[in-house]
């Protein structure tokens, strides 16, 4: 291969995966992962769940009713950061630009090595004979074939396209396989009669443009056609930090939204303060109980870490734009974040 190398590790049903290792008598049974409550989803399900239709992210009670009889397991996230850390260490000893994006998965630039597929086989059967997990890898010319390549073919997956091959394998998919299209554009594109790929190639660039605007018409062209120029970024700043609370019954009580929202807004004051960052934008995100969501946001002159503060404009918010069904979920969220050193917002809206 020509260009710039980049690989997609992602290891396979990585929570399950970790439980196995603990309780190998759950090998080859429908196992899920997935915390306990009413409104909980599925973490992660072994292939053996995934067989009855589970999947990540499905409420657990549909996943109850589609298979009775599998194993529920409540999440250890400690115990999965640990294992994490240990596969990452392995992918560092390459000596390559490594851009992790959670705890399973990382983007590897391995342009600099002269071997680079045996490489990356190498090092998914150190995974394996180590660790005793299993990874599946995608490699091309970008992170979005890189990408796309891993999941071809899981679990164990070793798939390496270039740009054009990988343009001419998944011609016949949906345009919701490359990773940026979620459902409401994917929708969009199925109103216009772009029901694959390959539909989707096809279209002209000033065609997407006048539908989807400039940037994003671009962005969909080039994507179809796999193109992709995003670096691997070895550190990742956060551009935000939030927390939210599902509630197990739907909230219709004003009283008891303003009491959540001021238990958010402190724990997220801790947060970035421990952190040595400060926001200046304050955000509220609200679920009703048909499922719609309303965000309202404000940004202040300057940046603020003090909870009192990010619960007063969260609170403010919130009376704004008071929500008008029962709340089935309700957030905080501090972004435009900055290291600490500038006056705070509190100081700046004193002194104004």
């Given amino acids: 291969m020509d260009g710039r190398i980049i690989a997609h590790l992602d290891l396979d049903a990585f929570y399950v995966a970790v439980e196995l290792r603990r309780r190998p008598e759950l090998r080859a049974k429908a196992v899920v992962v997935a915390w306990s409550g009413p409104r909980s989803v599925?973490?992660?399900a072994s292939y053996e769940a995934r067989k009855f239709g589970i999947g990540s992210a499905m409420p657990v009670a549909r996943a109850r009713r589609l298979c009775p009889h599998a194993i529920y397991i409540t999440p250890d996230m400690a115990h999965y950061r640990e294992r994490s850390r240990e596969v990452m260490t392995m992918v560092g000893e390459l000596g390559v630009p490594v851009e992790p994006v959670s705890l399973d998965e990382a983007y590897l630039d391995l342009s600099a090595l002269d071997t680079p597929v045996a490489a990356m086989s190498g090092l998914v059967?150190?995974?394996?004979?180590e660790l005793g997990l299993d990874a599946s890898v995608g490699i091309g010319p970008n992170k979005l074939v890189a990408k796309v390549a891993s999941d071809a073919e899981k679990p164990r997956g070793f798939v390496v396209l270039s740009q054009a091959?990988?343009?001419?394998?998944?011609?016949r998919q949906?345009?919701?396989?490359?990773?940026g299209i979620g459902p409401r554009t994917g929708e969009r594109l199925r109103a216009l009669g772009i029901e694959t790929i390959a539909d989707l190639q096809r279209r002209p660039v000033a065609e997407l443009t006048v539908g989807f605007g400039e940037r994003l018409g671009a962005s969909l062209h080039a994507r179809a056609w796999f193109r992709?120029?995003?670096?691997v970024t070895t550190s990742r700043a956060?551009?935000?930090?939030?927390t939210e609370t599902t509630f197990e019954r739907d909230v219709g009580d004003r009283g008891m939204l303003e009491r959540t929202l001021v238990e958010q807004a402190r724990h997220l004051a801790r947060e970035?303060?421990?952190?040595?960052?400060?926001g200046r934008t304050i955000a509220i995100k609200v679920r009703l109980d048909d499922f719609s969501t309303r965000t309202r946001a404000r940004t202040?002159?300057?940046?603020?870490?003090?909870?009192?503060?990010?619960?007063?404009v969260a609170l403010a918010l919130l009376a704004a734009d008071p929500p008008p069904r029962p709340v089935r979920l309700v957030g905080v969220r501090l972004a435009a974040l900055e290291p600490d050193g500038a006056p705070h917002a509190q100081q700046a809206l004193a002194a104004s």
Wanted: charged share 30%; net charge positive.
């Fill in 228 to 231: 992709d120029e995003s670096p």
């Fill in 272 to 278: 970035v303060r421990a952190r040595g960052i400060r």
């Fill in 165 to 171: 091959q990988a343009a001419t394998r998944f011609a």
């Fill in 42 to 44: 599925v973490t992660t």
């Fill in 174 to 179: 949906p345009p919701r396989l490359i990773p």
């Fill in 125 to 129: 059967r150190r995974i394996s004979a």
């Fill in 238 to 242: 956060a551009k935000s930090r939030s």
């Fill in 300 to 312: 202040l002159p300057e940046a603020t870490d003090d909870g009192e503060l990010i619960a007063q």
